[in-house]
């Protein structure tokens, strides 16, 4: 298909009525954190149902504003931390559309439409193993949700079919995470997560950014984020990759 998707996400933040209570509450060894951010990925997808053989392939430079949304994108993030154990949340919701017409010789137009939607829930908690003036380093180990929605129509003459084809899976997950120092306000950090372990099934991430801390309460950062998704489960096969610049802030209670 030619690459008309616009897989930009807007700029989301997380939020909770009960968070700045209990911040406020909260003692010094306390961190709560939310963070609002904008990521322009550049986006493929290849999906392919192995009974009927129907395929749909989707793609878009992260410099490509044409294309549709189905509806609004949602990228949240919230962590909370006590002392060197925290837990992290993250939620991930692309709802793309896509259609084309193909003129063939005697079969004449043949049009088709593929609604993909991608979804990731994930829930991790971490632990704090080395921690200085200058580094900080976590260990991760939590579950992700993921799901993957096909709606696929096809028209042409004489003929027409449509197909809706889904998969999703709970995945094990493990990751690191590292914060350098560089200055007095800035920092590099660096994250991974992988979790695969049931064979059918892949998904991972790295993302590293560059951190400026504005106040005492907001940092502002930009990087990039590489996102993966693989299954092979049931008749639903499905290999999609997100991957661009990532900016935005965290605030700090």
Do not use: C
């Given at each position: 298909m030619s690459k008309h998707l616009w897989a930009t996400a807007a700029f989301a933040l997380s939020t909770a009525a009960a968070l700045p209570s209990f911040a406020q509450e909260a003692q010094d060894d306390w961190k709560v954190s939310l963070t609002g951010y904008l990521w322009a990925p550049a986006y493929d997808n290849d999906v392919k149902d192995s009974v009927t053989g129907q395929t749909s392939e989707s793609s878009a430079d992260f410099g490509d504003i044409l294309g549709n949304l189905r509806s609004v994108p949602i990228i949240v993030k919230a962590e909370a931390q006590?002392?060197?154990?925290g837990v992290i949340g993250d939620l991930i919701y692309l709802p793309l559309s896509q259609g084309r017409t193909v003129n063939r010789p005697i079969l004449g137009p043949i049009k088709s439409k593929a609604?993909?939607?991608?979804?990731?829930?994930?829930?991790?908690g971490f632990y704090r193993v080395y921690q200085t003036d200058q580094l900080n380093i976590d260990l991760l180990g939590g579950l992700r949700y993921?799901?993957?929605?096909?709606?696929l129509d096809v028209n042409g003459p004489g003929a027409g079919f449509s197909r809706d084809a889904s998969g999703s899976f709970t995945e094990a997950i493990i990751g690191a995470r590292a914060t350098q120092r560089l200055g007095t306000k800035t920092s590099v950090t660096?994250?991974?997560d992988y979790g695969g372990f049931g064979g059918s099934k892949t998904v991972w991430q790295l993302i590293g950014t560059v951190n400026y801390q504005w106040t005492s309460h907001v940092t502002a950062f930009g990087g990039w984020r590489y996102f993966a998704i693989?299954?092979?489960?049931?008749?639903l096969s499905s290999d999609v990759?997100?991957?661009?610049?990532?900016?935005?802030?965290?605030?700090?209670?």
């Amino acid at each position: 298909m030619s690459k008309h998707l616009w897989a930009t996400a807007a700029f989301a933040l997380s939020t909770a009525a009960a968070l700045p209570s209990f911040a406020q509450e909260a003692q010094d060894d306390w961190k709560v954190s939310l963070t609002g951010y904008l990521w322009a990925p550049a986006y493929d997808n290849d999906v392919k149902d192995s009974v009927t053989g129907q395929t749909s392939e989707s793609s878009a430079d992260f410099g490509d504003i044409l294309g549709n949304l189905r509806s609004v994108p949602i990228i949240v993030k919230a962590e909370a931390q006590y002392d060197r154990v925290g837990v992290i949340g993250d939620l991930i919701y692309l709802p793309l559309s896509q259609g084309r017409t193909v003129n063939r010789p005697i079969l004449g137009p043949i049009k088709s439409k593929a609604d993909v939607t991608t979804t990731t829930a994930t829930l991790a908690g971490f632990y704090r193993v080395y921690q200085t003036d200058q580094l900080n380093i976590d260990l991760l180990g939590g579950l992700r949700y993921v799901k993957l929605k096909l709606d696929l129509d096809v028209n042409g003459p004489g003929a027409g079919f449509s197909r809706d084809a889904s998969g999703s899976f709970t995945e094990a997950i493990i990751g690191a995470r590292a914060t350098q120092r560089l200055g007095t306000k800035t920092s590099v950090t660096a994250y991974g997560d992988y979790g695969g372990f049931g064979g059918s099934k892949t998904v991972w991430q790295l993302i590293g950014t560059v951190n400026y801390q504005w106040t005492s309460h907001v940092t502002a950062f930009g990087g990039w984020r590489y996102f993966a998704i693989e299954i092979d489960k049931d008749r639903l096969s499905s290999d999609v990759t997100m991957s661009g610049p990532v900016f935005g802030a965290t605030y700090r209670f």
